[in-house]
């Protein structure tokens, strides 16, 4: 069956350096979503990405979708404290859930 | 206001007995989800539903059970046959069960069975 493989799988950084995470799928993707995860919080959306190529930006954060539509990527520009958390991709499962992949956890220290 | 609501947040109880999470959402929306995640583990699909009355089983299903008899109500039991049960317990939510729709998460369950 499809799966979506995320790394790396933990990100520590100190304050200000930039971040990325990144995405793969075994099959190609109508479309991929990106969610955000706080310690002791549930998943929280933050955009969905749907064209071949797209590019996509939510003020320091960065959200790409490969050509192929099998690989995304989420880069943060200088890194806040307010980013700690676990950023999940997730991509459709025949088209009637979705399948998450394990996560990147950021930590970022002052 | 809209959204998803999941009860209770902590959750304990005795190996061998069963136990039912609740999730309502007031959002109208056809399409209801369960996860469960463990640490390290991303989010895993228990169940899901599409429609009121119908519910299919995900990669994950083996020691659950779920009912959909109402469209704001998916509640999930978990039953002594699920092996390892502690974890977090995640509902989710989607406008028409199309993956291109967009997903809202309810609070979470944390449960613990001792």
């Known amino acids: 069956g499809q799966q979506v493989m995320q790394i790396p799988q933990y990100q520590h950084v100190q304050e200000g350096e930039d971040f990325t995470t990144y995405c793969n799928s075994s099959?190609?993707?109508?479309?991929i979503q990106w969610y955000k995860q706080r310690p002791g919080g549930h998943p929280v959306f933050l955009i969905q990405?749907?064209?071949?190529?797209e590019v996509k930006k939510q003020k320091r954060l960065t959200f790409q979708f490969g050509e192929a539509k099998k690989n995304s990527s989420l880069h943060i520009t200088a890194t806040q404290t307010t980013d700690v958390g676990t950023y999940f991709c997730a991509g459709p499962n025949s088209g009637y859930a979705l399948n998450f992949g394990k996560g990147t956890s950021l930590l970022v220290t002052p | 206001d809209g959204g998803i609501t999941q009860s209770p947040k902590y959750l304990f109880r005795k190996e061998g007995q069963n136990v039912t999470l609740s999730c309502e959402q007031n959002?109208?929306?056809?399409?209801m989800y369960w996860y469960r995640q463990d640490p390290g583990q991303g989010l895993r699909l228990i169940y899901y539903s599409q429609i009121v009355n119908d519910f299919q089983k995900g990669d994950i299903a083996e020691g659950y059970s779920v009912s959909r008899e109402k469209k704001e109500s998916f509640p999930l039991t978990v039953t002594s046959a699920q092996k390892n049960p502690t974890a977090f317990y995640l509902c989710a939510s989607s406008m028409s069960g199309q993956v291109s729709e967009l997903g809202f998460f309810g609070q979470g369950t944390r449960l613990t069975v001792v």
């Open positions: 099959t190609t993707l109508s479309n």
């Open positions: 959002l109208n929306h056809d399409a």
């Open positions: 990405l749907v064209k071949s190529g």
